[in-house]
């Protein structure tokens, strides 16, 4: 499943722990992510996915869910 992983990706890119990130949670205010950790955070995603993200789609991330629709929509 597409959460798993980047839940995991989140974890490593974040230093995080596990429970702490659900669906729900937002990358920025919840996991206290800045700019440079979202850029590192889209590299990681396009590489573990094989996916690119575009910039405007990138800015539009705001939620772990979102990540996962993106990836389930760009793998449909």
């Not at 429970?19 to 590299?43: F, H, Q, R, W, Y």
């Not at 996916?51 to 939620?63: L, P």
Request: aromatic residues 6%.
């Amino acid at each position: 499943m597409s959460f798993e992983k980047v839940k995991s990706i989140l974890v490593e890119e974040l230093d995080l722990d596990a429970d702490e990130v659900t669906l729900e949670s937002k990358i920025k205010e919840d996991l206290g992510a800045d700019s440079l950790d979202m850029v590192d955070l889209i590299m990681s995603i396009e590489d573990e996915f094989d996916v690119k993200v575009a910039e405007s789609d990138a800015s539009s991330i705001q939620t772990v869910g979102d990540i996962v629709n993106y990836i389930e929509q760009y793998n449909a």
